[in-house]
């Protein structure tokens, strides 16, 4: 019997609502082209040091319905070393070794070819071996944070929504009770998309995202007062993980941090700040808590003044995927696969619009952010004031 095209599958970065969908996708498409996949556990770590398990179809029926990730995910950077290169060349000559040895991998480890799902630190890492050898490599988007440039939407975000969104929700009835400040983090390191969409989709009372620094004064501390004026009681404040005041309001306006604390936060190995080490929904409520003005306008009006901070963390992206994103993981992977039976190597799948399309890997390392111009932010600039304008009276 003629040998089977073996088909390497690895989940890198944080896990991710419809992984377990396109790896499905990508088993449905290659069983009934006759090729054969093997899962490379934890991703580029498991690539290096040859982690495998065999994926046998006929044992996981209906695997596009459960969360997570079936192989297990990293954030381990083959590259790491380029960081400590002193010239250009050296970084240059470096990655080109490393290459290589990721190259010499496909034969240690008995795979024809590779499709890489990850967001993009690890399709950077699969972009950089395509572009210095000669790797059969496929990438597929992926992340909550719907931060990848190259596709409409990544699997996951909707699912990361509307758990963020029932989250908001469901604490306004015990805001509402206590008559409280809630400060709500939602994940997004770099990208406000999770927290101004789920933001919205809850009615939260202020929406603070990396993308438009905040103002302390202005943003949050005069909305609130304004707000405890027109009779509002209890406060939803969804803030991104990522959000940060601009350098003037940092100087101004808090107590608490400066410039140094953003700037000498720990990183992860591909040089990303660990953010909830930062923990913004706290620093904003004991900042809050300092402002006088604040509490006095709330005793005015009748209102007591209590600010809680709630990280949702992880829970964003547990549990299982939505609709959306499993049908968009198994069309992601049915593609990806038709990619690899084609010889297409060094591309991605991206949903454009209605359909899946191919485009070059380097697309799914570039970055997307909220367009501040965008009508999603002309919303949420809209719904915040016009909560408390509509109340005021003339
Ligand atoms: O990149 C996706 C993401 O979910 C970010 O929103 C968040 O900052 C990060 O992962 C958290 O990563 P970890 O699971 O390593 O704490």
């Not at 069983?31 to 690539?47: M, S, T």
């Not at 809630?182 to 939260?204: K, N, P, Q």
């Amino acid at each position: 019997m003629a040998k089977k095209t073996k088909v390497g599958i690895l989940t890198g970065g944080g896990d991710c609502p419809g992984l377990n969908s396109v790896i499905y996708g990508i088993m449905l498409k290659a069983f009934d082209a006759g090729y054969e996949c093997v899962g490379i556990l934890k991703g580029w770590k498991g690539f290096l040091e040859n982690i495998t398990i065999p994926l046998n179809i006929a044992e996981h029926d209906d695997l596009h319905t459960v969360g997570g990730t079936l192989l297990y995910t990293s954030r381990t950077n083959p590259f790491e070393p380029i960081k400590k290169a002193k010239s250009e060349h050296e970084k240059e000559q470096l990655k080109k070794e490393i290459s290589e040895k990721m190259l010499a991998q496909f034969k240690t480890l008995g795979i024809d070819a590779l499709i890489v799902i990850g967001g993009d630190d690890t399709l950077g890492v699969a972009d950089t071996v395509c572009k210095k050898t000669n790797a059969k490599i496929i990438g597929c988007p992926k992340t909550i944070d719907n931060d990848l440039l190259g596709t409409d939407y990544t699997f996951g975000f909707w699912s990361a929504v509307q758990l963020a969104s029932n989250s908001m929700d469901n604490l306004t009835t015990t805001a509402r009770s206590h008559q409280r400040i809630f400060v709500v983090e939602v994940m997004g390191r770099d990208a406000g998309f999770l927290t101004i969409y789920s933001g919205i989709s809850s009615g939260a009372d202020i929406i603070l995202i990396p993308e438009t620094p905040f103002d302390l004064k202005k943003h949050i501390v005069e909305v609130l007062q304004r707000r405890v004026r027109a009779g509002h009681k209890y406060h939803i404040i969804a803030c991104s993980e990522g959000a940060y005041p601009t350098q003037e309001s940092l100087e101004k306006d808090f107590q608490t941090i400066s410039k140094e604390t953003i700037d000498n936060l720990p990183k992860d190995p591909f040089g990303n700040p660990l953010l909830n080490k930062l923990n913004m929904s706290q620093i904003l409520v004991e900042e809050l808590k300092l402002r006088d003005e604040l509490a006095k306008e709330f005793e005015k009006n009748d209102a007591n003044f209590e600010c809680r901070s709630v990280v949702l963390g992880h829970t964003m992206r547990a549990g299982t995927p939505n609709s959306f994103d499993r049908i968009l993981g198994l069309r992601l992977g049915l593609h990806a696969m038709k990619l690899v039976i084609d010889n297409e190597f060094g591309k991605m799948v991206s949903l454009r619009g209605e359909e899946i399309k191919a485009l070059p890997l380097a697309e799914g390392a570039k970055k997307k952010y909220v367009a501040p111009d965008g009508d999603i932010v002309e919303l949420r600039n809209l719904m915040v004031k016009i909560r408390y304008k509509s109340r005021e009276i003339e």
